[in-house]
């Protein structure tokens, strides 16, 4: 009898120790993979204050691209590669005309009478009123068709929001993302810096104006605010930076919001930061 007590407490211990060594391997799993995050964002964070630097560089010449146009540069012994694009070449939910959307959707492959219905439903999610369009959708129209919420009514906070209007398909989202935002402020859009996604949205605009007006833009090069100082000249202007890097067993990406504040000590606020 004593020897199986011996034997039953053995075990107990046994089963103890294999429980805390579990404990203490997914512990210091959490752990690395949070340093490992950490690091990433740090790198990916220096990064975009480079980017920053060479926008703000007073020299015209090799003052960085923000047309979209991919630039690489060496930090911290990475090969970091970013792209750069100026809000103020993408169409803003908040400010863009019917007629603008409409060119849009159109342009990734709606038909006109599906264009036109979902341009009232992203209007009458954004407009206070509480009258709705003929194709629009509110309060009522939400509650009806079975969702749990409701259009906003005021301004989109994020390109993300236009996921919720009633119509938008996951599908038509990925289509004209990279063709939106809501940091431009802008009924229109600077074709000088756009993407290809919302030059399509330009009435009469084919693919291949398109392709030639990208190639002429790229000879000339897209340098920004070519007179003065770019801190004064890009005051207010947000960008969108995406970081890419390899790490040692994954490529790292970040995606950032920024908006040029004006100030010499703080010459950047963050709008967004994404972890792709």
Do not use: C
């Amino acid at each position: 009898m004593p020897i199986v007590s011996v034997l039953w407490g053995l075990a107990l211990l046994g089963a103890a120790a294999v429980s805390l060594l579990a404990a203490g391997t997914v512990e210091y799993k959490l752990a690395h993979n949070a340093l490992r995050t950490m690091t990433d964002d740090a790198i990916a964070e220096a990064a975009v204050a480079r980017t920053v630097l060479g926008l703000l560089d007073a020299r015209p010449e090799r003052r960085w691209r923000a047309d979209g146009v991919p630039q690489a540069f060496d930090l911290g012994g990475r090969r970091i590669v970013v792209v750069v694009q100026d809000e103020l070449g993408r169409i803003d939910l908040n400010q863009a005309d019917g007629t603008l959307l409409l060119g849009l959707l159109v342009s990734v492959g709606l038909d006109v009478a599906a264009a036109e219905a979902l341009v009232d439903k992203i209007l009458d999610w954004r407009d206070t009123s509480p009258m709705k369009r003929l194709n629009g959708a509110k309060a009522a129209e939400y509650r009806a068709a079975g969702y749990d919420y409701q259009p906003r009514n005021g301004p989109f906070q994020s390109v993300d929001e236009l996921r919720l209007v009633m119509g938008m398909t996951p599908d038509i989202f990925a289509r004209v993302e990279a063709a939106v935002t809501v940091y431009s402020g802008r009924p229109r859009f600077d074709p000088q810096v756009a993407p290809r996604e919302a030059l399509l949205a330009l009435p009469a605009t084919d693919a291949a104006q398109t392709a030639a007006l990208m190639a002429a833009r790229s000879q000339a090069g897209a340098a920004l605010a070519g007179f003065g100082d770019p801190l004064t000249a890009l005051k207010g202007h947000a960008f969108t930076i995406v970081a890419q890097f390899q790490a040692s067993d994954r490529v790292v990406t970040r995606k950032a919001a920024i908006r040029i504040s004006g100030n010499p000590n703080q010459p950047y606020w963050v709008l967004n930061w994404q972890r792709r």
